[in-house]
């Protein structure tokens, strides 16, 4: 299997920021469309960024537009999320996950597309 580790989380002021990062086992890591995931106490799981398996198409949510930023480095099988301008709202778990695709420039958000995932990583925005 592919294993997905994420890192960077903290605790972190309302307009601070904090880059997360998600390694990837394996060879084929740039075979996968990457997503960023987040899941909220009492909230379900819910879609925040995805980028293409080349990075050159990006996918976010309407409420991370101009603070988020998803990039990947296929030579180091990471993935990262620079996460700027942070409010209380951010506060959640945050998920790294590989989708196999087989459209060069997808990035798709649906939950249910992506085949592995990591364990999760708390992001923590105090006012």
């Known amino acids: 299997q592919v294993h997905l580790v994420e890192s960077g989380g903290g605790l972190v002021q309302a307009g601070g920021s904090l880059r997360l990062s998600c390694a990837a086992s394996?060879?084929?890591?740039?075979?996968?469309?990457m997503g960023w995931f987040r899941q909220a106490p009492g909230k379900e799981r819910e879609f925040v960024a995805a980028?293409?398996?080349?990075?050159?198409?990006?996918t976010y949510i309407d409420s991370v537009k101009g603070r988020f930023t998803i990039s990947r480095d296929n030579a180091k099988n990471t993935v990262y999320l620079q996460m700027n301008s942070l409010n209380p709202e951010d506060t959640a778990v945050y998920y790294c996950a590989a989708n196999l695709v087989y459209e060069s420039d997808y990035a798709g958000g649906r939950l249910d597309e992506y085949d592995y995932w990591g364990q999760g990583t708390q992001v923590t925005v105090s006012s």
């Open positions: 980028i293409s398996t080349s990075g050159g198409s990006t």
């Open positions: 394996g060879r084929t890591f740039s075979r996968y469309a």
